[in-house]
């Protein structure tokens, strides 16, 4: 479609995604039921349609993306949600900052809305980037801050027993080390799909008194999760609470990755939490369920959709009451410093593991909303807040364009004036006409930056999609003249 509609000299400049919407008489399924064809419908559909489309238009001008959904996004705290649909939320704030479509939106319908209120949001392309409708009110999201009041009871029950998902993984390790340093003498069992061993880790837990061990569980593999949990609950009983951290990182930017591919961040937070809601079915209660989601969530991210996406349906099942347990809280956390996935993409950024463990025990001392997200200030501080709360903003500020680079005497060529932008971003200095920027060390997130720079330079607006058809100094040089003449 979208290749018949360039040949005859068309471009889409509005996509729109409703394949979310069900009918009047449509019964809806309890939360984290079908959540594969939901994501199918949904989550998939939405990137498939501006895969397509900025594969198209590569080059040309960007199309602006609205999603009308429904039950994606928790008003009043207790709508009723398809977390599935809320991956949908993720997505939208993710796409501008891949530099694929020029605004995304997302509408999300509740009931007695009139058609004027939805045809106006259809109209403001630019405008709030999530909105819900309900009634004849229009909901945007803002951050609240949380003042954290301890509450009266021990964030852990005394040598009770903890099932920590991700606990062989970096964050894994800092959370364990939180657990056991409250002196409650806990069990902790700490899986990942690999018994992966830290006989170093399990030394420092001992000390501090805790029992640990490690065991290879999926988390998606029922069989495997209820012969654990027997194991765990014959030799130390039954298990008290689930501290939920298996993930795995996103596929890379919409544009470039593939259905299948994106697939597999759902599996360890979304699927996952599901499985762990059925083997924990017909057990004991549990006392906690803490999921560890990322702030992704409400600012996207780019090369990350599917993660971010992943990390909302977890948000929205955990709200929703998935899995079961006395308390439940999901914590949407800021990048961590030197620990876990975030390492290789940012090293020496981000939250003091150290004062994160501490946060996470105020956390589950304190009352607090169900999901709760964290800031991470300068000062190295963490500080909670809360993200469910609703009212009008005003749209966030672009960012201020950076300066071009070069800047010699004579009229520098397009090849040299586009070096300077890669030696700027890639820290190069010997730039060859033939160079390619991958080759180079860009990714893409440089991509995306890079292309940005281009557009303040030059003044011309190429699509990422332009450099990775045309990788080379030459080559992109050679792209950036054509839309100049
Ligand atoms: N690091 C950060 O900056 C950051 C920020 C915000 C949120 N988080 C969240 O915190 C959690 C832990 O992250 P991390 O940084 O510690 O990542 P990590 O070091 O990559 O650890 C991930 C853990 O998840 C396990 N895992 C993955 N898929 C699994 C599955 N299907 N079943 C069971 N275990 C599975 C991994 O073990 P195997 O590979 O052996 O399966 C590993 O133990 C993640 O959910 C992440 O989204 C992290």
């Not at 029992?211 to 008290?240: F, K, M, S, Y």
């Not at 689930?242 to 990755?257: D, Q, R, Y």
């Not at 409400?298 to 079961?324: C, I, M």
Request: aromatic residues 4%.
């Amino acid at each position: 479609m979208f290749r018949t509609l360039r040949e005859r000299g068309d471009a889409p400049a509005l996509l729109v995604h409703a394949g979310t919407l069900t009918g009047p008489d449509d019964g809806d399924t309890p939360a984290g039921d079908d959540l594969a064809g939901q994501l199918a419908a949904g989550f998939a559909a939405a990137s498939e349609l501006v895969r397509q489309a900025s594969r198209a238009s590569a080059g040309g001008p960007r199309p602006d993306l609205l999603v009308i959904s429904e039950r994606a996004v928790d008003v009043s705290g207790h709508d009723p949600l398809r977390p599935a649909n809320s991956a949908l939320t993720a997505l939208v704030r993710t796409l501008p900052a891949e530099d694929v479509v020029a605004h995304a939106r997302l509408v999300d319908l509740g009931d007695f809305v009139a058609a004027r209120d939805l045809a106006e949001e259809v109209r403001d392309r630019a405008g709030d980037p999530l909105v819900a409708l309900r009634g004849d009110r229009r909901w945007v999201p803002v951050e609240r801050p949380l003042a954290l009041t301890p509450g009266t009871d021990a964030p852990l029950r005394e040598g009770g027993v903890y099932l920590v998902t991700g606990g062989t993984g970096g964050l894994g390790g800092v959370v364990a080390k939180a657990l056991a340093g409250t002196g409650q003498r806990p069990v902790l069992i700490l899986t990942g799909r690999k018994a992966t061993p830290h006989p170093e880790l399990l030394a420092e837990l001992a000390e501090s008194g805790a029992t640990a061990e490690i065991a290879a569980c999926d988390v998606v593999d029922r069989t495997a999760l209820t012969a654990l949990l027997d194991d765990v609950t014959r030799r130390h009983g039954p298990v008290n609470g689930v501290f939920h951290l298996a993930g795995v990182a996103g596929s890379g930017m919409v544009a470039f990755t593939s259905t299948a591919k994106a697939a597999a961040a759902f599996e360890p937070k979304a699927h996952g939490a599901v499985a762990l809601a059925r083997a924990f079915a017909g057990r004991p209660p549990l006392d906690l369920f803490v999921a560890f989601s990322s702030r992704s969530v409400l600012e996207g991210v780019a090369g990350g959709a599917d993660y971010a996406a992943a990390n909302a349906v977890l948000d929205a099942l955990v709200r929703s009451g998935v899995p079961t347990a006395e308390r439940l809280l999901t914590v949407d956390w800021p990048r961590w410093k030197d620990v876990g996935m975030g390492v290789p993409v940012d090293p020496g950024a981000g939250l003091d593991p150290e004062r994160g463990g501490a946060l996470l025990l105020e956390l589950l001392a304190a009352r607090t909303p169900r999901q709760v997200a964290v800031r991470h200030f300068a000062d190295g501080r963490p500080t909670a807040a809360h993200p469910a709360a609703r009212a009008r903003t005003a749209p966030a500020p672009r960012p201020a364009p950076v300066a071009a680079a070069h800047g010699g005497a004579g009229p520098a060529t397009t090849a040299d004036r586009l070096g300077a932008l890669w030696t700027a971003l890639l820290g190069r200095t010997e730039i060859t006409h033939d160079a390619d920027f991958f080759d180079l060390g860009g990714n893409s997130l440089t991509a995306v930056e890079l292309m940005s720079r281009v557009r303040d330079e030059f003044g011309v607006d190429l699509g990422i999609v332009v450099l990775f058809d045309h990788p080379t100094l030459e080559a992109l040089a050679d792209q950036i003249d054509r839309r100049e003449a």
